[in-house]
């Protein structure tokens, strides 16, 4: 590459013209050693010839906001969702955003496979894609051994995915969408799902988990704020959604259903003693059972098409909608009803 060979003492601003890398780097003097190893696609970080980059480098103007993954090279599948796979430039991507921890991830038009596991993303980020006539679509075909963790595994920060589908043609286990809290605090900041779709079978376990049993303060217990609209989940081996110890879920425009995979619950929601289940509101269709622990102050805007199984933990809940099919068990604490 030409750039590496340039005299940054010369001309210590370059613009890089390679198809699908394009943009503006800077000599910036400092320690890259780190960077450098990491960006194995140099999409930010590029070494020069001349001097060692434990001295400085060649560093992508303006990359703290926006990061495309063509600059990383990601390898397009041709179109069956079963290879080429892009993880092997994926993974390096994500491991340095875990280092320079960029506002937004910008995925293409086009099918992205993934015949590995991605890196858990350990930054408030935006993860986006595009709707057009090809959209964005990111597919699963390896083994997940933990049965929570997505494709986009997100843990102690809040994050945004919008404008993309999640999917998986083969392999098994995980989630296509997870955000795992990993000690005794609630998120960093928000979290947004817009627009997005996951639907994989079951070669997921379920298509979307949050799960903040591990948060058991008591000013804050649980994941707290997420909202969820115009986006769809469908059914796994487990689960479509699960929700475990939730505080301030909102989600509308949704629909939730148990098509495509063998399990029959929709959505499980499910809370610990000191991480419990709160304010849990939910605007659309939900089609297969839904199962509750532990859950309070919450409303459900759907009609019935499955069981409702509840327990005497539960209280303060209204279920709004049409009874089409499905035995809704009363066992509340108290203060909770359907309409129908």
Request: glycine share 12%; hydrophobic share 40%; charged share 15%.
């Amino acid at each position: 590459m030409a750039l590496k060979a340039a005299k940054h003492v010369r001309t210590p601003l370059v613009f890089l013209s390679e198809h699908g890398r394009e943009g503006l780097f800077e000599w910036t003097p400092g320690d890259f050693a780190v960077q450098c190893a990491t960006d194995t696609q140099e999409g930010i970080f590029i070494e020069s010839s001349h001097t060692a980059n434990t001295t400085g480098a060649w560093v992508r103007v303006g990359h703290e906001r926006e990061w495309r993954t063509e600059w990383f090279g990601l390898t397009l599948d041709a179109g069956p969702g079963t290879g080429p796979y892009c993880d092997a430039e994926a993974i390096p991507m994500l491991l340095l955003g875990n280092i320079v921890k960029p506002q937004k991830i910008s995925f293409g038009a086009g099918i992205y496979s993934l015949g590995a596991a991605l890196p858990e993303i350990s930054w408030q980020v935006e993860i986006s894609g595009v709707r057009a006539q090809q959209s964005t679509i990111v597919v699963k075909h390896y083994v997940e051994p933990t049965s929570d963790r997505g494709v986009f595994a997100f843990n102690d920060h809040g994050f945004i995915v919008r404008n993309l589908s999640v999917r998986a043609t083969s392999g098994s286990g995980g989630s296509g969408i997870s955000a795992i809290l990993t000690g005794n605090a609630p998120a960093a900041g928000r979290s947004f799902i817009e627009n997005v779709t996951v639907s994989g079978g079951d070669y997921f376990d379920q298509s979307l988990c949050i799960d903040g049993h591990t948060n058991t303060a008591v000013e804050g217990p649980s994941y707290r704020g997420v909202w969820v609209r115009d986006s769809e989940f469908f059914g796994a081996a487990s689960s479509a959604i699960k929700l475990r110890s939730v505080h301030h879920i909102f989600m509308s425009g949704l629909f939730i259903a148990t098509s495509g995979g063998t399990g029959t619950s929709a959505l499980i929601i499910a809370g610990d003693v000191e991480a419990y289940n709160d304010d849990v509101h939910i605007f659309g269709i939900i089609s297969g059972n839904t199962t509750m622990t532990r859950l309070s102050r919450s409303s459900f805007h759907s009609p019935l098409n499955g069981n409702v199984v509840n327990d005497d933990t539960c209280n303060s809940i209204a279920w709004f909608g049409a009874n089409f099919s499905g035995v809704h068990q009363q066992n509340w604490a108290n203060s909770a009803y359907i309409t129908s």
